[in-house]
């Protein structure tokens, strides 16, 4: 059975992701004009997600006068939203127009754990601030007794916590061996297994999704 990263495109020239190894994937090659349009423009995405986001983080934390349960809230989201514009957006984008898994064993292990924490705790954020809007707007009179900084806090913490721990433990396998399922050199392939039991008999449905960096 042939693999994706091993057919030809008759509009494109395909090589080799490394030339020296036997078992390497292909890398398909972009023109030069979509190859430098794609780069700019995924620079220029970036740039703009870490400036505007270093902006909120540099006003939030200077400032006293916007130093609320809300602001706060805003502020660890804008670290995560920072992160992902400087870590996920370059390294995703390269992926996409290389084709090719060129940081190594270690990295493909690390990466995507980084990526899942990064965006399940901005996801968390935009719920905690959510929370906070609703019970703002619904009970304003009881809002300063029951959103306080140290309430806020440990909410940004458990979320933070929670990611990590949700995500190693999904990831634990990929962790252990990146890749034991990479058909050939250059690739970085992320398989989350679950496992649902239906009775008591422990009879179970597995199901698996699978994810290709």
Same mark, same amino acid.
């Given at each position: ?15 080799? %992701? ?85 940081? @190594? ?11 899942? *924490? ?36 440990? *909410? ?11 995500? @190693? ?14 058909? %050939?050199? @250059?690739? *970085? ?10 009775? +008591?008999?422990? +009879? ?5 999704? *699978?994810?290709?960096?």
């Amino acid at each position: 059975m042939s693999h994706p990263h091993l057919l030809m495109d008759g509009s494109r020239n395909s090589s080799l %992701c490394f030339p020296n190894h036997n078992s390497s994937c292909r890398r398909l090659q972009l023109p030069l004009s979509e190859t430098v349009l794609f780069h700019t423009l995924l620079t220029l995405i970036s740039l703009i997600t870490v400036m505007l986001n270093l902006l909120v983080i540099i006003s939030i934390s200077h400032f006293r006068q916007l130093h609320s349960p809300t602001n706060s809230l805003l502020l660890s989201l804008a670290v995560s939203d920072l992160a992902v514009g400087l870590l996920v957006m370059p390294i995703e984008g390269l992926r996409y127009l290389e084709t090719c898994w060129l940081l @190594g064993r270690l990295m493909c292990a690390l990466t995507p754990y980084v990526f899942y *924490c990064l965006i399940t705790a901005s996801l968390g954020h935009m719920v905690l601030i959510s929370v906070d809007r609703y019970v703002a707007i619904c009970d304003p009179l009881i809002y300063p007794t029951r959103i306080t900084m140290i309430n806020v806090k440990i *909410c940004v913490s458990l979320c933070w916590v929670c990611s990590l721990v949700y995500n @190693g433990l999904i990831l634990m396998e990929h962790l252990g061996q990146p890749d034991r399922f990479s058909t %050939c050199h @250059g690739e *970085c392939v992320v398989i989350v297994r679950l496992i649902r039991f239906t009775d +008591s008999s422990y +009879s179970c449905e597995i199901s698996s999704s *699978c994810y290709k960096i």
